[in-house]
């Protein structure tokens, strides 16, 4: 039995620019555990002065705001002073993620893709959503419109609430024990269907079957109550100023609570992985026997 408490990594360096990346951070993250860092510095005054610790920035038709890989941000409201103070904070975090990310795997620099970076305001607690769409359910990240072949999903996150309120999560088993409990119950990929999404444009482009079986994952999970309630999971909060990164195509999570969180994205294709035999991919593929791309 794993015990769970071992999927959370507390690291304490207190700065951005790691010098001396440890082969057991990398292990951890590519078997899908959290890396934690609770004293990683992140000035909020220049925030905080610009009232940007407030739902009121997010433009209502938005989920949440995005500083786009050009420039531009998108999702907020606000006066044109808002949207500089917003834009200056997100990039700001960008910068830390990315050095951060640089320091801790070398060896990814030439592989990463960036992701716009999100801040997200709305407490999350009370917010309402479809089960398919509720992240208070535990899951696996898989994006029903954007297939990714196999290409990792990796993600720094940020809680920079100022009244000192943490982000809840559930993290939940191994990789490998979900696909085994949840891939039996997958229904079976249909290269027809597939071809039609991507016809329509449901899809940016065809859906292999990976990413038809990790949506199965996604989906299989979130809609069963009971694996919600007692499935294996531990109750992990990440207090204001804390950051952690993971694999979040390969952690089980969910959000329980908490308020003002940023969030950078990063695409890698699996070839520059430390350990690719650990990806989701890897595991899928000797599961099913067969090839999935
Ligand atoms: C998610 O990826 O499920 C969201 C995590 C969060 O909002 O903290
Ligand atoms: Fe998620």
Known sequence: MTNLKDQIVEIAVDQWQVDTPQ?????????????????????????????????????????????????????AAG?????????????????????????????YAPGLR??????????????????????????????PSRPNRGERILRVFINVNPDAESRVWRVGE??????????????????????????????KSLRSEYDHLMLQLHDGMKSDADYQQNGPQLVQPFPSGAVWVCYSDQTPHAVMSGQYMMEQTFHLPTSYLYRPESCPLAILTALAQRALI
Do not use: C
């Open 174 to 203: 191994p990789f490998e024990d979900i696909a085994r409990r949840f891939l039996p119950r997958a229904k079976p990929y249909s290269a027809w269907q597939a071809g039609l999404l991507n016809t329509l444009g449901v899809t």
């Open 23 to 75: 082969d057991d951070w990398i292990t951890a993250i590519e078997a899908g555990k959290i890396l934690y860092f609770p004293h990683l510095p992140f000035p909020l005054d220049a925030a905080k002065a610009a009232n940007l610790f407030t739902p009121a920035v997010l433009d209502p038709k938005s989920r949440n705001i995005s500083l786009g890989t050009d420039g531009k941000l998108k999702g």
């Open 114 to 143: 960036l992701a716009p970076t999100s801040y997200r305001p709305m407490q999350v607690a009370t917010r309402v959503q479809s089960w398919r769409a509720d992240d208070r359910r535990m899951h696996v990240d898989a994006f």
């Open 79 to 107: 006066d044109a002073a808002t949207q500089e103070a917003l834009t200056a904070m997100v990039g700001d975090f960008r910068e830390r993620a990315v050095k951060l990310v640089h320091g801790l795997f070398p060896k």
